[in-house]
């Protein structure tokens, strides 16, 4: 979510302000900033200018900091902004997220809902299914299940995110690979998969000269549009005309036929702004069991779910209903190794727990996870310079201490009188041994 | 994740004989303006969150309190989608749908004159609210989330002495359960009750004298819900009246006898409580 943020805010204010004649686009951003710069904009709303020493005194003076923080944001994202020692409200901002609340001005920014009623009758399951079933193509695509549906727009967005990747000297799309960022974006879930595509999609509008204010209003404001209520195409712009195009490819809209002048908002589309995890109304209920011997029983036939749940578990049964398998020590580093982070394994399996498990997973489980990743990380690689061979324990304490004093030491063995220091601290320890070695010459001439 | 629930309790039906109602300053016109910038807010409250959700409750003297709206549940809304205006969909059904039945109630009401002799029936909002509150707290099975709540009181009638200990008894509700209770006072006349709920329930009493300033004074001081309270320097800290009333008159009164087993309070000497029955003569 805060992906999408980031983006905008590297937007040009131009742009921005044209960004903002869309109602719906202003309050789903609204709803996105931090909640102090949301009640300096609801505050200013109405008023439109206020002068700064007077913003200043809303806050308590310890909490001052927050408020430059907020402002920042503001100015960021080219909403308000100090002029001559006012604080101002952009107009066109104000303006329509007034429409937005009071009503008036643009009526189709919320999309404008069909007049007629449809011949058919839409149920609200089947637009679920129907979403389902093609957003589970593209993640089939992606973990390479041999499949007739191809659409381009799905195989040009996979190579493009880097989800996907050809070997080296090949052209044809059938040997496209997943990547390891592919396998990242397979335990995530669907709501930030599918913003995961869409910014990828913006990109590559640009790319392909779409307007990026028009792919940014249509983003919002399928997130703002109400499911199982179709819509009007007729009031698209066409670079939106062409989005719903593609953005069928992924069941985020359903429309009958390619020329039909309405479409529907499935649920991945209109929870996109709502922070609301798709994945409770359009996946399934939890599915999966761990036991605390590192067994894991997963209810499900589905061959995404089984592919996804082999990418960190071997396999070991299948049965009509169910798959089994264990988190082996090798099955785990596997899926470091494609870049994987425990903390996705242990959220993946979290979030499809089921119901008997009480969304709790056995806390001996978790831990080993984290100690399987934590082995990885346990040699670090660094330039150093290895001391040895002292004659006897006192000089080898005493150069050891002078090290450690300074910070130098990355290693140290008091048994075999080995120590380890960094580069800059060889230089210094140099110094430290010719002095030593004077010292001794001094001392035995005085004897 | 807190998820912030808003319960505007409005009580706008005053009775005449000591109010500003009978001087006519509460016509219907003044209803429609504060009830306008009442949606204005209330759509603001829901605009800040994607999981905001508020429910009014209606206070009417001598018609009991009502659940106008929850905003969670718009099932049976029969709104016209097609013409929003512009607007955000869910705001214009919550409006419509408050619209409609504050036009019911006082329809309703309208006609029979002697409904505007009886008491408010604030404590009863109040209690309904909070069960309300309590309900949807229950109901709340996510354990990813808590449910922030808080009341909004926007009140015009004059505090009823036999209302003192049913609010006492919503305050001590409210303080348990973690509510704010906050209260507007319109039409600029004082509450001793409300103001004491306020500040005993860490909410911000405020007084509006001019209507049409009311969304300023509603998106200024009562949008910001508590979290964000502790950086925004918000109106209150007037001093609050903490005078109790008796028991036995319902008056207001700063030197009283209390009772010692159930600390009862009277504005006379008595030989037994009246609450808890135990004797008080000397013995």
């Known amino acids: 979510m805060s992906t999408i943020l980031e983006h905008i805010k590297t937007l040009d204010n131009n742009t921005l302000t044209r960004l903002y004649h869309q109602p719906a686009t202003c309050l789903a951003i609204l709803r996105l900033l931090q909640p102090l710069a949301k009640h300096i904009i609801m505050r200013l709303l109405f008023v439109g200018a206020v002068e700064m020493p007077v913003v200043l005194n809303w806050i308590f003076d310890t909490k001052q900091a927050s408020l430059a923080e907020a402002l920042l944001s503001l100015r960021n994202f080219n909403i308000a902004w100090d002029e001559n020692g006012s604080l101002i409200i952009n107009q066109v901002f104000q303006t329509n997220l007034k429409n937005a609340l009071v009503g008036g001005g643009n009526t189709s920014s919320f999309g404008l809902p069909t007049d007629s009623k449809d011949k058919k009758d839409i149920t609200l399951e089947y637009l679920d299914t129907y979403a389902k079933e093609s957003w589970e193509t593209v993640l089939h695509f992606l973990v390479g299940t041999p499949s007739e549906k191809r659409p381009t727009a799905v195989v040009t967005l996979m190579e493009g995110s880097g989800l996907m990747a050809k070997p080296a000297h090949s052209h044809r799309p059938e040997d496209l690979r997943i990547t390891n960022k592919g396998f990242q974006f397979l335990l995530q879930d669907v709501n930030e998969q599918v913003w995961g595509f869409l910014l990828q999609y913006l990109e590559m509008s640009e790319q392909l000269g779409m307007d990026p204010v028009d792919v940014l209003n249509f983003f919002f404001q399928l997130g703002s549009l109400e499911f199982g209520q179709d819509y009007s195409v007729d009031v698209l712009t066409d670079t939106q005309k062409q989005m719903l195009e593609d953005l069928k490819h992924f069941g985020l809209v359903y429309q009958r036929r390619k020329k039909s002048s309405r479409f529907y908002p499935t649920r991945l589309a209109t ?176 004897v | ?127 309904l609210s909070l069960s309300f509150i309590n309900r949807v707290k229950r109901q709340h099975t996510d354990p990813a989330s808590t449910i922030q709540a808080r009341i909004l009181t926007l009140s015009v009638s004059p505090d009823s002495p036999s209302e003192y200990i049913p609010i006492m008894n919503c305050i001590f ?102 609450t808890c029955g135990s004797s008080l003569t000397q013995q």
Not at chain 1, 358 to 385: C, G, H, N, Y
Not at chain 2, 200 to 212: A, L, N, P, Q
Request: glycine letters at 6%.
């Open chain 1, 271 to 446: 929870s996109l702004t709502s922070g609301v995890a798709a994945s409770g109304d359009t996946g399934d209920a939890g599915y999966i069991i761990v036991e605390t011997n590192f067994k894991v029983y997963a209810y499900t036939t589905s061959p995404l779910q089984i592919a996804v749940l082999s990418l960190f578990l071997t396999l070991k049964a299948r049965f009509a209903n169910m798959v089994i398998g264990i988190l082996t020590r090798d099955s785990v580093r596997e899926a470091y190794n494609n870049g994987i982070s425990s903390d996705q394994i242990k959220q993946f399996l979290t979030n499809h727990a089921h119901p008997e498990m009480k969304k709790e997973l056995p806390p001996t489980v978790v831990d080993q996870i984290k100690l399987w990743e934590s082995e990885r990380k346990r040699a670090v690689a660094a330039p150093a310079v290895l001391y040895q061979d002292f004659p006897r324990s006192l000089e080898y304490l005493e150069a050891v201490g002078f090290a450690r004093e300074l910070g130098y030491v990355l290693w140290s063995s008091d048994q075999k009188r080995m120590f380890a220091v960094t580069p800059e601290g060889h230089v210094r320890m140099k110094e430290y041994m010719i002095r030593k070695k004077q010292q001794q010459q001094q001392q035995q001439q005085a």
């Open chain 2, 173 to 274: 509700a409210a303080k348990k359960d973690n509510v704010i209770i906050d209260v507007c006072r319109l039409l600029g006349n004082d509450s001793v009750f409300l103001s004491q709920t306020a500040s005993s329930t860490d909410g911000i009493f405020v007084k509006v004298s001019d209507v049409d300033n009311l969304i300023t004074v509603l998106l200024h001081s009562f949008l910001p819900e508590p979290s964000i309270r502790k950086t925004l320097c918000l109106p209150g800290g007037t001093l609050t009246n903490y005078s109790a009333s008796c028991f036995c008159h319902k008056q207001p009164c700063s030197i009283a006898y209390v009772c010692s087993v159930c600390l009862s309070i009277f504005c006379s000497r008595r030989d037994s409580c009246s």
């Open chain 2, 1 to 127: 994740m807190d998820i912030p629930l808003l319960v505007v309790v409005v009580d706008l039906f005053p009775s005449p004989a000591n109010s500003v109602a009978a001087k006519g300053k509460l016509d219907s016109g003044t209803v429609e303006r504060i009830l306008n910038q009442l949606l204005v807010f209330i759509n603001a409250h829901l605009a800040l969150r994607f999981d905001g959700r508020v429910a009014v409750v209606a206070a009417i003297a001598g018609r009991g309190s009502h659940l106008l709206l929850d905003s969670a549940d718009l099932s049976n809304a029969s709104t016209d989608i097609k013409n929003t205006g512009g607007m955000y969909k869910q705001f214009k059904v919550v409006d419509d749908v408050l619209v409609q039945k504050l036009q019911q109630l006082l329809d309703f009401d309208r006609d029979s004159e002697e409904n505007y002799n009886k008491q408010s029936c604030l404590a009863g909002a109040l209690s």
